[in-house]
């Protein structure tokens, strides 16, 4: 799967008394690709956690929560491209699978990750390498 | 509908280094009534959003981040019932339509409630009240 698959969808922030309302991914959008689960991943500062590949799942990725910085790695073209989300650049990242990824808290509170997959967790799909495994240079806070 | 029908779901925290992995809704679960849509809404701490109900969605409540009380409000028998929920109490709260609903933050830092809801917002199906229409004592921190 081409990095170039990788989709970003502004998502709306709704300004309300009290504390926002943030979009996430509804069953009428166009990218939508059916519902598996939801799951949340918490990622502390600094913390990486990586590398993970899906061979079946599509993960649409939120973070209402915090800033994250997610790297996508294509084995295939050896390419690395990155995305930083979270409050400060709220947007939906579409991943399809085959694409290597991890990610990296970037704000000083934990960050919140939300994945609503195509399908739910299955261990059988899912591929793991170790960090050093794929050379990249995460930069600390 | 009846209070009664409100159903709690405890959900998996699973520790993890760098930041713990959280369950939400999974397609496969009994009580999956289909996916519409996921949204968030902030709310600080002390703030009140209240009242809501709606005539068609079965919401699917879940707080991933802080704590929130959640009061449910029965017409017909005019009964309350409460639920705190979040990261002290980590369960999934299925709330089926009719039932008008308020929540406050209890957190010091704003709190995240997701829905995940059985169908996409749709302004015609949601009624409001405002606060003072249903008289329930909130308590402030």
């Keep these: 799967m081409s990095i170039n698959k990788i989709g970003i969808m502004p998502l709306?922030?709704?300004?309300?008394?009290?504390?926002?309302?943030?979009?996430?991914?509804?069953s009428t959008e166009l990218d939508y690709q059916g519902f598996g689960e939801v799951y949340f991943s918490?990622?502390?500062?600094?913390?990486?956690?990586?590398w993970k590949?899906?061979?079946?799942?599509?993960m649409n990725l939120?973070?209402?929560?915090?800033?994250?910085?997610?790297?996508?790695?294509?084995?295939?073209?050896?390419?690395?491209?990155?995305?930083?989300i979270g409050e400060?650049?709220?947007?939906?990242?579409?991943?399809?699978?085959y694409l290597w990824f991890g990610f990296q808290g970037l704000?000083?509170?934990p960050s919140l990750v939300t994945n609503i997959s195509n399908?739910?967790?299955?261990?059988?799909?899912?591929?793991?390498l170790l960090p050093s495994e794929i050379k990249y240079t995460w930069e600390l806070l």
Excluded: W
């Design 88 to 97: 400060k650049n709220y947007v939906r990242i579409s991943v399809p699978p």
């Design 53 to 58: 590949r899906h061979t079946k799942m599509t």
């Design 119 to 128: 399908i739910p967790h299955d261990p059988e799909e899912v591929e793991r």
């Design 12 to 26: 709306k922030r709704i300004k309300t008394e009290g504390g926002d309302v943030l979009h996430g991914l509804k």
């Design 62 to 84: 939120v973070v209402p929560v915090g800033l994250v910085k997610f790297v996508f790695f294509d084995e295939n073209s050896k390419k690395f491209i990155t995305h930083e």
């Design 42 to 50: 918490l990622v502390e500062q600094n913390a990486i956690k990586a």
């Design 107 to 109: 704000d000083s509170n």
